[in-house]
């Protein structure tokens, strides 16, 4: 199954405000809600963003939004702790499949 | 608290076979879809199956197709995937995760177990 795009890496400062972005198409982002996964050190991944919905637990300086075909996940006010990896996530269906897409790693300089 | 617990994994040889598992509590099990999702090594996640509560409808990567089964059974709180004719591209680490209740969130996952398949 084809996967979302993702920037591979992007970089910030702690206090910084940083985008991710994901894209997609008309059969995935451009019909379904995106989750937003965070993976620390290669630890179990964790839900962070669900559409524009913060999950229980999950500070309020992460925000989520979507355009057409391409969702973002937004940090405001970056923290150390925020370093990782970050995969999108949507329903397909056209490919009938849940699709992620290739991570993007998050550096906190 | 939810929990979720995979247990199964370990070292394969290509063309066999081999069954993990999910354990799950802190919720009622039997009213939540699952999900398994597998990440190679130094790769990303990868969505492999899912299953309904019930069990009545599941669905596969094409990757898997054919080849595993997902399956549960409720009265144990666990969920299992039934893997056969595996490759070494079949390794990698394998986690369950629970389907939350908006849409397509996995809203928790387990720690995952490691699969390798090797001769």
């Known amino acids: 199954q084809s996967a979302l795009t993702q920037e591979v890496s992007v970089s910030g400062t702690v206090g910084q405000k940083v985008t991710l972005s994901c894209t997609g198409n008309?059969?995935?982002?451009?019909?379904?809600?995106v989750g937003w996964y965070q993976q620390i050190s290669h630890g179990a991944p964790k839900i962070v963003m669900f559409?524009?919905s913060l999950p229980s637990g999950i500070p309020d300086r992460f925000s989520g939004s979507k355009s057409g075909t391409t969702a973002s996940l937004t940090i405001s006010g970056l923290q150390p702790e925020d370093e990782a990896d970050y995969y999108c996530?949507?329903?397909?269906?056209?490919?009938?499949?849940?699709?992620f897409g290739g991570g993007t790693k998050l550096t906190v300089l | 608290q939810v929990q979720l617990a995979e247990s199964g994994g370990g070292v394969v040889q290509p063309g066999r076979s081999l069954r993990l598992s999910c354990a799950a509590s802190?919720?009622?099990?039997?009213?939540?879809?699952m999900h398994w999702v597998r990440q190679a090594p130094g790769k990303g996640l990868e969505w492999v199956a899912f299953?309904?509560?019930?069990?009545?409808?599941?669905n596969y990567a094409n990757s898997v197709k054919g080849r595993f089964t997902i399956s549960r059974d409720n009265s144990k709180n666990t969920l299992y995937l039934q893997m056969s004719s595996l490759s070494v591209e079949d390794t990698a680490v394998y986690y369950c995760?629970?389907?939350?209740?908006?849409?397509?969130?996995?809203?928790?996952w387990g720690q995952g177990t490691l699969v390798t398949v090797s001769s």
């Open positions: 802190g919720f009622i099990f039997n009213t939540y879809g």
């Open positions: 995760a629970r389907w939350g209740k908006n849409g397509y969130e996995l809203d928790y």
């Open positions: 996530s949507s329903w397909d269906y056209r490919l009938s499949a849940l699709i």
């Open positions: 299953i309904w509560y019930d069990g009545s409808y599941k």
């Open positions: 559409g524009d």
């Open positions: 008309s059969y995935n982002i451009g019909s379904y809600a």
